[in-house]
């Protein structure tokens, strides 16, 4: 779907609403909406209108995890708080505690569409390294064996698997590294791993 057809749609503003906000004819928005072009000049006044929206997303056809991001930003900018007081009972004294905490109206539905957005973008990301034409097959043939080693789930291949990754993505030369956290102290297998990579000049 085109950009600017989605955003009015996900925050419900007709192109009326949104021809008054800018000043002109409805038909332009109606115009744009149809041949899928927006001028320059005025994405700048669709920014002022809609401040958290990225520029690229009001002119062109959106991907799945694109239409997501603006779902994203629609129920944050849009979330209600509440102050709910709550009842904790002290397990040492057996007395009652009174807090106050904000609570957001919004916030399970934007975590959901936060996990929705890891997945389909993991999903595009695929697709595209499968439909790129120069693609030969040995790169189709490591996705394959890649995709395998995972379904199979073997402890010990994932474990090799984790190991390799750990390095070829540079995650060695940070301090900190929240996926392999455990590896924050490399142990010995690590170590000899690492001795053979930067012996044959895999990394430096």
Do not use: C
């Not at 997501?68 to 944050?76: D, N, P």
């Not at 073997?154 to 540079?170: N, T």
């Not at 956290?181 to 690492?194: C, D, L, S």
Request: overall charge negative.
């Amino acid at each position: 779907m085109f950009g600017l057809k989605y955003i009015l749609e996900t925050y419900r503003m007709s192109n009326a609403d949104l021809a008054n906000k800018l000043e002109i004819n409805r038909a332009n928005i109606s115009m744009w909406l149809k041949n899928k072009e927006i001028p320059a000049a005025r994405i700048q006044d669709l920014k002022k209108i809609f401040p958290q929206i990225p520029k690229p997303l009001f002119n062109k056809e959106l991907k799945k995890s694109e239409q997501l991001s603006i779902q994203q930003i629609y129920f944050t900018v849009t979330d209600q708080f509440e102050s709910v007081r709550s009842q904790h009972i002290d397990s040492e004294t057996g007395k009652e505690i009174w807090f106050t905490e904000t609570v957001s109206e919004n916030e399970g539905f934007i975590s959901f569409l936060e996990h929705e957005h890891e997945k389909v973008s993991l999903l595009e990301k695929y697709e595209k390294l499968i439909e790129d034409n120069d693609m030969g097959n040995s790169r189709m043939n490591l996705l394959e064996d890649f995709a395998s080693v995972i379904e199979r789930n073997e402890p010990r291949s994932l474990e090799l698997l984790d190991m390799v990754l750990y390095y070829l993505q540079d995650k060695h030369k940070s301090d900190f590294d929240s996926v392999f956290w455990n590896v924050g102290e490399p142990n010995e297998t690590y170590k000899e791993f690492h001795a053979f990579l930067e012996k044959h000049k895999f990394i430096r």
